[in-house]
């Protein structure tokens, strides 16, 4: 999966910003190629091991997506404590298996596809734009 460094810069930065609270957000793209990376409020009760994203923000996305180009391929979020892996609250949290899940750790980010066992890593490289 290709990824542009626009989309990278926004989630280091407001991960970077979010300090010991998960940073979060939607993924939006083309096939085979994230385009950006939109950042969200994280309205969960325990920001600090859990993400939820403000619900207008998905719903607005949604809404994006319906009107193209970009689709809404997925989610990201941070992982203060700087664990890469999804979590257990993380497989819990899945509610459309086909999106693809970033986490931002230690200034690195990972990419994830749900599956029966959990989640399988995804490739990532560098779009160049």
Do not use: Y
Not at 104 to 129: E, H
């Amino acid at each position: 999966m290709a990824i542009s460094a626009r989309a990278v810069a926004d989630m280091l930065a407001a991960a970077a910003e979010a300090g010991g609270h998960e940073a979060c957000g939607l993924l939006f793209g083309v096939e085979g190629r994230i385009v950006e990376a939109s950042v969200a409020a994280n309205v969960s009760g325990e920001p600090w091991h859990r993400f939820e994203i403000e619900p207008a923000h998905l719903f607005d996305a949604h809404r994006r997506d319906r009107a193209g180009p970009l689709r809404l391929i997925g989610c990201w979020h941070s992982h203060p404590n700087g664990r890469a892996q999804p979590s257990a609250t993380d497989r819990a949290g899945v509610a459309d298996m086909g999106w693809l899940w970033l986490i931002v750790a230690d200034g690195r980010i990972s990419a994830w596809k749900p599956d029966a066992a959990g989640f399988a890593p995804v490739a990532l490289r560098d779009s160049g734009s």
